[in-house]
């Protein structure tokens, strides 16, 4: 069985994008699009709550992000996924301007997924952020995904026999 991945808005955005001047955003980028060709590797998700933020801005732009979506399952937002990212704020494990990251890792436990893909560094990837994520998730009687970014995904060519 496939792992079952949410892909978070950042890895579309990054995935797209012209290439930045910014060496570290550029390093994402790149590393983005090798961890893209292996995709066929996982069953693709992402949201309503996705669909929604890619398709924001400049409109030629837009049109890139979702079209990257065309080949992934879109969740809808249920009412356990809204219930749980308030949780999460009303905890700590996010800052409540940041209730749409809370959400996206929501969108996933609640959907049973296996991994929730990311480059938001800020407030989702990182260890203090992941820790009280999953913590949360736990507390609330499901199995958090892995938080991860494509990077933590990609396999090393040298393991391959």
Not at 85 to 97: D, F, H, I, K, S
């Amino acid at each position: 069985m496939k792992p079952r991945v949410y892909l978070e808005t950042s890895v579309i955005s990054y995935l797209v994008a012209r290439p930045s001047r910014d060496i570290v955003v550029a390093a994402h980028q790149q590393v983005t699009r090798e961890w893209w060709a292996s995709r066929e590797r996982y069953e693709l998700f992402t949201s309503q709550l996705v669909l929604r933020e890619v398709s924001a801005g400049d409109p030629d732009a837009a049109a890139r992000r979702l079209e990257v979506l065309d080949e992934t399952s879109v969740l809808d937002i249920s009412l356990d996924a809204d219930e749980l990212a308030r949780v999460m704020v009303e905890r700590g494990a996010v800052l409540a301007a940041a209730i749409a990251d809370a959400l996206h890792m929501a969108i996933a436990a609640t959907n049973g997924l296996t991994h929730l893909v990311t480059w938001n560094l800020t407030h989702i990837a990182n260890a203090d952020s992941r820790s009280r994520l999953e913590a949360v998730c736990r507390d609330e009687g499901m199995a958090p995904p892995l938080i991860a970014t494509p990077e933590e995904l990609m396999e090393d060519a040298t393991d391959v026999p």
